[in-house]
């Protein structure tokens, strides 16, 4: 009887074990983000966090010293050699103030920051040696990232400690961002003036920002010319080129020297509950920008910088469109975006195409736009497939909801404003003219705004099948839609403090259903020589409509709603 309890016992132990094993192998093929995947309107691979080797290594072994002085270039350099000869790991960041060099990773590792643990980039331009790599989209040279890694696979930046870049030390400063005493203390450190109100860090910085493109330079040949503008080379502070499985989780990433974080031609790539700070002065410092990457996801996490917050890229003008790699299948979840120049951002530089992209339960509180779209001709691509739900927004300066394919240039509007003298020239569409198309956006509501929204297509390629449902926006004017065809608006309510609640011109196939508005004289605008098929339903006075001299007679249609 003895012998038979204890084989049944051994039996009870084999069945648990394989049962086990079982729920192992079932936990490896689960992931935490499941949930995300729930009516997703497009096919995208669920993706889990990348695993590592049950390695660990402390920075402290390799001679690493947190005192916030000593520089600990080469103890991460060492610390990452042995970890991957080893298969990859764990490197450990204790509390403290790890000042450095650049590091560079290399495949499976996880750079895992401890409570109270602080890596701060040294800003001795010296240290960061000049790279062949992509900036604003464009084929070129920067200086070395403060993190990078290339064609690597399995890495991942996590914990609950800081990364700072020192940024301040490599970027412009524009008088009109900061106060004076601000202003004045930054300025007298050195450096040179573009003019009264701009500083630059240095002349050679100065001398590079009169010949570039934005901001890469062009026509370098040599060595000797990259060196003679390296204050200039602001790089991106966390650059991953054409790596796969990503995961940055927990971590502060602050203060970058250009854009803050910059995942590049990589796949699968996870963003948890970080924290992306740069001031609010801080030039061209992005927060994200997903670029020309295919399966995404960004989930609880916070942007409060200096220009774009999230945003979707694919290379700039021919550059981007021979690289012919699109951003696509990203989910982007109960995200925050304070101060910046757009929350959600789509281009400029989107000439490989953007496809398959979710973006919900999200909040921007204070950004210059909410949902921003841009492009401008020459960049090609095409933008489509956007979905969008679930956003609340406050203290937008200009609109929740913004296209414009003017981006960098002016607009006829602008050249009217301007006194310019206006020749209409329609260019043919070709190659270079960017295509919006099939977005949907529902369920938005915004609280203080300048204008309800802002649509400005190409006459010649009107941005189209735009979808807007329940949207209210309290703003201090109405809605403007330009250029645009097959725009459908349902369940809108603007409440604009002056003007029309929507004005519409040269718009083609415009469905405008149960808008309401507290506007008491003209409701709607219409107007533009080139707009056909307005449809507007519901209960509108004559006096409500002001009508364009030059809208075709048969542009509108009014159906009265009981």
């Not at 990457?293 to 917050?309: E, L, P, Q, R």
């Amino acid at each position: 009887m003895k012998k038979k309890i204890i084989y049944l016992f051994q039996n009870c132990l084999m069945i648990l074990a394989i049962a086990g094993c079982i729920s192992c192998n079932e936990g490896d093929k689960s992931s935490d983000y499941n949930y995300l995947y729930k009516d997703l309107p497009f096919d995208m691979p669920v993706l889990s966090q990348p695993t590592f080797p049950d390695n660990e290594v402390s920075i402290i072994d390799f001679g690493g010293i947190g005192d916030g002085t000593t520089l600990n270039t080469e103890a991460f350099a060492d610390a990452m050699e042995t970890l991957s000869q080893k298969g990859g790991g764990r490197l450990r960041v204790p509390a403290g103030v790890w000042f450095t060099g650049p590091i560079v990773f290399k495949s499976n590792i996880n750079l895992h920051l401890e409570d109270r643990a602080i890596i701060l980039f040294s800003p001795d331009k010296d240290l960061y040696p000049i790279v062949e790599t992509s900036f604003e989209g464009l084929d070129t040279r920067r200086c070395q990232s403060p993190i990078s890694g290339r064609n690597l696979e399995n890495v991942a930046i996590t914990g609950s400690g800081a990364i700072d870049g020192n940024g301040h030390y490599w970027r412009p400063l524009k008088k009109g961002k900061v106060s004076e005493s601000f202003w004045k203390r930054a300025t007298s450190s050195g450096g040179v003036f573009k003019r009264d109100d701009y500083w630059m860090p240095s002349a050679a910085y100065l001398h590079a920002d009169t010949t570039s493109d934005m901001n890469v330079p062009r026509n370098l040949q040599t060595s000797e010319e990259w060196q003679s503008v390296r204050d200039f080379l602001r790089p991106v502070m966390v650059s991953f080129i054409e790596c796969r499985n990503v995961f940055l989780q927990g971590v502060i990433f602050q203060n970058s020297p250009a854009w803050n974080i910059h995942p590049l031609m990589c796949e699968n790539v996870i963003l948890d509950g970080v924290q992306v700070r740069n001031p609010s002065y801080a030039q061209n410092g992005d927060g994200l920008d997903l670029e020309s990457c295919k399966n995404a996801i960004i989930v609880n996490s916070t942007f409060d910088v200096g220009d774009d917050g999230i945003c979707i890229k694919s290379g700039k003008d021919e550059d981007g469109r021979k690289r012919n790699r699109a951003t696509e299948n990203v989910i982007i979840d109960n995200c925050t975006v304070f101060k910046g120049h757009g929350g959600f951002v789509v281009g400029s530089e989107m000439s490989g195409g953007v496809k398959n992209i979710l973006v919900s339960n999200c909040q921007f509180l204070g950004t210059d736009v909410g949902l921003r779209f841009k492009s401008r001709r020459g960049r090609g691509g095409v933008v489509e497939n956007i979905f969008i739900r679930d956003i609340s927004m406050f203290d937008i300066a200009t609109e929740p909801l913004h296209f414009n394919l003017y981006y960098g240039g002016k607009s006829v509007v602008e050249s009217l404003e301007d006194g310019d003298e206006i020749i209409e020239e329609i260019p043919p569409v070709d190659e270079t003219t960017p295509t919006f198309r099939n977005i949907y956006i529902t369920d938005v509501t915004c609280a203080s705004a300048r204008k309800a929204m802002y649509f400005y297509g190409l006459p010649e390629h009107m941005i189209e099948n735009i979808n807007v449902e329940n949207f209210v926006v309290h703003s201090q004017l109405g809605g403007e839609i330009m250029e645009s065809a097959k725009i459908n608006l349902k369940n809108m309510a603007i409440y604009p403090k002056e003007g029309p609640a929507l004005t519409l011109r040269n718009v083609q196939d415009v469905q405008v259903e149960q808008l309401q508005t507290d506007v008491r004289s003209a409701i709607f605008n219409l107007s533009g020589r080139r707009s056909t098929n307005m449809v507007i339903h519901g209960n509108y006075q004559e006096e409500q409509i002001q009508i364009g001299r030059d809208l075709p007679s048969d542009a509108v249609k009014l159906n009265a709603v009981n």
